[in-house]
């Protein structure tokens, strides 16, 4: 029960944080990228916020010998950089451009009801299961 | 508040997020591989998934409740688009083991190469790709 409450907790938090900050909005999200063009640092404060708050709170929770509600940390364990990293990532970043969502952002503005944003999600998620079927042949 | 204020008090709360799944979950707080596991993974592992992917979608509808500043406008995507990019996003964020919040907040907080090497690739990858749109759009 812990670990659910927990779960939902910790993606309530994250969800306002998304609104909060700026990545719901698309446009603001592409003139970030819009690096050689009308460019626009605000995502870069995000970015900034969000590492600040994570690099110093994970140095105290990874101390301890376990989180609270599970026997140990979950963390990843690949360490090479391979193929399907440098495609994966080549992939998205321009799937990211195209829409100026990546998936936090994306379910975060589920609930404001636009087109764009209702075709993204399913999409999205096709996406997510066509990679579990083709990752092993890369 | 400028909205470079708000977008550090987002991005921090990103990173309260990110604390709380590790120390009482002991997990990433990675979106797009949550998401996906809430369709792979067996059925002891989807339900945590799923909340988490539900509190973001209530944590996003909050601030525009409060607030009408917070609700962005609409998506300048067509659905068309919003489609061929969403398949993408979905196929590299699960090849690539990770979105903006797994490699770009959680994996570089913890200083992982893999994670340093993705931020960069698919900054780099939306950066080209804005850049074309608009040189091809003019929008």
Known sequence: MGKLLAALASGIVFGIGMAVSGMTNTKRVQDFLDFFGAWDPTLAFVMGGGLLVTTLGYRFVLRNPAPLFAGSFSLPTKTDIDKSLLIGATLFGIGWGLVGYCPGPALAGLTYGYAPTLAFIPAMIAGLLLAQKIAPKI | ?139
């Open chain 2, 1 to 139: 508040m400028h909205h470079f204020v708000l977008a550090a008090i987002g991005g921090g709360l990103v990173g309260v997020a990110a604390i709380m799944m590790m120390a009482l979950n002991g997990r990433i707080a990675g979106v797009s591989g949550i998401l996906s596991g809430v369709f792979t993974q067996g059925a002891g592992e989807r339900l945590w998934r799923l909340l988490f992917v539900l509190g973001i979608v209530i944590g996003g509808a909050l601030p525009p409740l409060l607030n009408a500043d917070f609700k962005p406008p609409l998506p300048s995507a067509g659905v068309l688009l919003a489609v061929v990019g969403g398949l993408l996003v979905g196929l590299g964020t699960g090849l690539g083991s990770g979105c903006t919040s797994g490699h770009g907040i959680c994996g570089i907080a913890r200083l992982s190469k893999r994670s340093i090497i993705a931020t960069l690739t698919f900054m780099t990858a939306g950066i080209i790709t804005v850049t074309l749109l608009r040189l091809t759009t003019g929008g």
